[in-house]
């Protein structure tokens, strides 16, 4: 329980890992470039807008001269007109009184006067309304009332007094009264008229605001030059830099683009593990090829950024997709694929454009690999997906009726993104099936050469045990297809399952040309201990051969802790004492796999047909269906995970192939018979 519960947490770290490490791949790459520039200094390059936007500056700056447009709005007040017109009647109401003053001369009314009104009339004006009769008084201030009253009605602003009062003079130069009396009357009207239009702060702010509302705002297009090379940065642009985020001085984290970056990462991290879990369930639960995968897609992603800077069409994306196709599974690499493509394209600008054109190009790639048999092969896959690539950009371009020397730039481009991936992969791959213990299916075919250098040692200095193998691996590669195990590694481990013989080769029966068996001079026990030591002789030689860990796997569990039986036999003959059983079998391990367990049955079915004198199809299927029974008693088969049904399938599937090869077999010569009876002793 715990080691489920340490194995879960572990594949939760990694997912949270490539989620984070994913993320700030894709932030720091939708970041716009920022620029150390001062009013005054002099732009070193073309600086462009990374995106659609909107230009604030001069969109605030139109957004003024609208509202700057907006007159500003007044209210009338009535209450302003009426007090204009009391101070009128107060006015008159004095001079009424004064007048009544019969004591004082009219000069002394003048000054009275004067001095009750308090208002800065001329002294005309005093004169003048202590001469008057009442009549003419009366009639005066009707006139004067009406006049200011009607002006003031139709609104005197605070600015426009001078007006209101050239509008009084004009309307008494209309009234027949004698010029001193008009005069009299502009007089007092003059000292009461007020301005009576009030600023309507409200009215006037909302008319601008919906004046500023109206301003289309000023775009700026993706790629537009905001500040051309050579030209010297003005106050206003560097604003604009600062409103885009383009100065190095703005540390700020743009908290919009971290959410969309963290969004789409999670989606795009999601249909990968759905992917892997409903598709591909094994690599859910083999937490080294999930690193790896998590690598490859990272370290590719990584190369983009390097790469985009010279064109998004050199990007190298189909490079991860083979290296995954090769390394774990083609339909994990189409779906890796799709996540990269995704992310580059929004790594780019959610440039999708580019995106599509990648995931086809990628997925070319995986066809590619599918019947790859060595690594040169690889080199073709680049040029097919250069021509992929070429394709592509080439009808895109034509279809957004691009100028044609752009895309044949761009779509060259394709073409050497192609070799570029190829090129990457064949010198990437070793390292990673090195670095992971993996053995892909190129390695396995290159290892089935028959012009490898330890095959050809093996065929010169052991051609029987060379034979042999053939033969086991051509029986191990029908088994596995029968149950569904890997029938390129099963074929390919037992060519080299007993390449330890090769250090002693005429100890063992099927190099033995001549009637010698140097096993008839030495006691059972050194001959079982000779007969062992090819597995750990063998492991040396894999070693000495770089040959990857999968083949050593072969060489070294072959033969489990099988009983050398004729040699225990034999040290038994003649004397009481039991030797000690763990002297006469092999030290293991056991098979861990059903293909390394399927070269096991194998190897002993093989040696053990090629005995027999007078082999039947019959007799075939029963011998090695009992041999299958021998190694499953004994334990053999016990952690390789070959249920019985597959057991059965197997056994099948030997008998065919081991019927079509020895059961039309001719008598043979005494010579001959001599040796077969030998190896049916060391078999």
Aim: net charge neutral; with cysteine.
């Amino acid at each position: 329980m715990t080691l489920l519960y340490n194995k879960l947490i572990r594949k939760m770290a990694l997912g949270l890992f490539f989620f984070l490490a994913l993320t700030a791949l894709v932030y720091a790459s939708i970041l716009p470039q920022k620029y150390d520039l001062k009013v005054g200094d002099v732009a070193q390059e073309d600086i462009r807008a990374r995106k659609d936007a909107i230009n604030t500056v001069a969109t605030r700056k139109l957004q003024q001269a609208a509202a700057d447009s907006v007159s500003k709005k007044y209210i009338l007040d009535h209450n302003i007109t009426r007090e204009s017109k009391d101070e009128i009647t107060q006015i008159f109401d004095s001079i009424r009184q004064v007048r009544s003053r019969d004591y004082l001369d009219e000069q002394g009314k003048a000054n009275a006067l004067k001095r009750m009104i308090d208002k800065n009339l001329s002294e005309e004006t005093y004169v003048q309304a202590v001469k008057m009769d009442n009549s003419s008084l009366r009639e005066l201030e009707t006139i004067t009332k009406a006049i200011l009253e009607k002006v003031m009605e139709g609104g005197v602003k605070e600015d426009s007094i001078d007006r209101a009062k050239a509008y009084i003079i004009e309307e008494f130069r209309n009234i027949k009264l004698p010029q001193e009396v008009k005069n009299m009357g502009e007089d007092i009207a003059f000292s009461a008229i007020k301005y009576n239009m009030v600023y309507d702060r409200e009215a006037t702010e909302k008319e601008q605001q919906e004046a500023m509302n109206a301003v289309e705002p000023v775009k700026i297009a993706r790629n537009q030059i905001l500040i051309e090379k050579g030209t010297t940065v003005t106050a206003e642009q560097r604003e604009l830099l600062k409103e885009l985020g383009l100065l190095v001085q703005d540390r700020r984290v743009n908290l919009s683009l971290l959410a969309g970056a963290m969004l789409m990462v999670a989606i795009l991290e999601g249909i990968l593990a759905v992917a892997i879990y409903f598709f591909h369930r094994g690599l859910y639960e083999n937490e080294l090829y999930l690193s790896l995968l998590a690598l490859i897609i990272l370290s590719t992603l990584v190369i983009s950024i390097g790469i985009k800077a010279i064109s998004n069409f050199l990007i190298p994306l189909a490079a991860g997709s083979m290296l995954i196709s090769i390394l774990i599974n083609p339909f994990i690499a189409i779906i890796s694929s799709f996540i990269m493509s995704i992310a580059v394209g929004i790594m780019l600008g959610n440039d999708f454009i580019f995106s599509v054109v990648a995931f086809l190009g990628a997925v070319a790639g995986v066809f590619c690999t599918v019947k790859v048999s060595q690594r040169v092969d690889l080199t073709k896959s680049g040029g097919i997906i250069g021509l992929v690539n070429f394709a592509l950009i080439m009808g895109i371009g034509l279809l957004n009726n691009n100028p044609l020397w752009t895309t044949l730039r761009q779509s060259s481009w394709g073409i050497i993104s192609g070799i570029l991936s190829s090129v990457l992969t064949i010198g990437t791959l070793p390292f990673l099936e090195s670095a992971f213990g993996i053995t892909t299916s190129i390695k396995l075919l290159e290892l089935s050469n028959p012009n490898q250098a330890l095959l050809r040692k093996l065929m010169i200095d052991a051609p029987g045990t060379y034979h042999h193998s053939i033969i086991v691996g051509n029986l191990a590669e029908a088994a596995a297809e029968a149950v569904g195990a890997d029938p390129l590694l099963a074929r390919v481990g037992a060519n080299y399952h007993d390449i330890g013989k090769l250090k002693r080769p005429y100890f063992f029966i099927e190099n033995q040309f001549t009637s010698d068996n140097p096993h008839d001079k030495l006691n059972p026990t050194l001959s079982a201990l000779i007969i062992t030591s090819h597995v750990k002789d063998g492991l040396e030689i894999a070693r000495e051969y770089r040959l990857p860990a999968s083949i050593r796997d072969f060489i070294a569990q072959h033969h489990g802790t099988t009983l050398l039986s004729f040699f225990y036999n034999k040290a038994t003959t003649g004397t009481d004492k039991k030797p000690d059983e763990a002297s006469f079998r092999y030290e293991g391990p056991k098979p861990q796999t059903r293909e390394v367990a399927i070269v096991m049955l194998a190897d002993s079915a093989e040696a053990a047909v090629r005995s027999m004198s007078s082999p039947t199809s019959g007799k075939i299927d029963g011998l090695i269906r009992q041999i299958i029974k021998d190694k499953l008693a004994d334990g053999q088969l016990d952690e390789s995970d070959l249920t019985l049904k597959e057991l059965d399938k197997i056994a099948g599937a030997f008998s065919r192939v081991l019927t079509g090869i020895f059961h039309n077999r001719i008598e043979y010569p005494d010579r001959l018979k001599e040796l077969e009876g030998k190896q049916a002793k060391n078999a």
